[in-house]
């Protein structure tokens, strides 16, 4: 999950009183880098999903796996309803979230051992 819509994002991810309950399961709460989840997830010139990363994705990914399946899969619907454009959501960048439904599902499995 990146950061919230208008906030800077070098502000520690907080719960916005309007959010659902599964933000407040988030692995990414309060967390002290928030940029690894609001800059950019892939290198210049990569235009494949799947192209090189940044540095800051790839820990991105690593506080995504302390997420439940249940908590990942509503921070990305979250992400997919409010067309974030930038930055992890819901265990995927942004290159990633505009891949069809199946092959989302197919990197989460790959990458956090279920969809």
């Keep these: 999950m990146a950061g919230q819509p208008g906030r800077p994002a070098t502000e520690p991810i907080t719960l916005p009183p309007s959010q659902s309950s599964w933000w407040k399961q988030a692995a990414c709460l309060g967390h002290r880098h928030?940029?690894?989840?609001?800059?950019?997830?892939?290198?210049?010139?990569?235009?494949?999903?799947?192209?090189?990363?940044?540095?800051?994705?790839?820990?991105?990914?690593?506080?995504?796996?302390?997420?439940?399946?249940?908590?990942?899969?509503?921070?990305?619907?979250?992400?997919?309803?409010?067309?974030?454009?930038?930055?992890?959501?819901?265990?995927?960048t942004d290159k990633e979230r505009m891949l069809l439904p199946h092959e989302r599902d197919l990197i989460l499995r790959e990458r956090y051992g279920s969809a």
Excluded: D, M, Y
């Excluded at 619907?77 to 819901?90: D, K, N, P, R, Y």
């Design 34 to 92: 928030p940029e690894w989840f609001t800059s950019a997830c892939h290198h210049p010139g990569g235009n494949r999903a799947r192209g090189p990363l940044t540095v800051n994705a790839k820990r991105a990914f690593v506080v995504c796996a302390g997420c439940s399946r249940f908590t990942r899969r509503a921070c990305l619907a979250e992400a997919l309803s409010l067309i974030e454009q930038v930055g992890v959501w819901g265990g995927l």
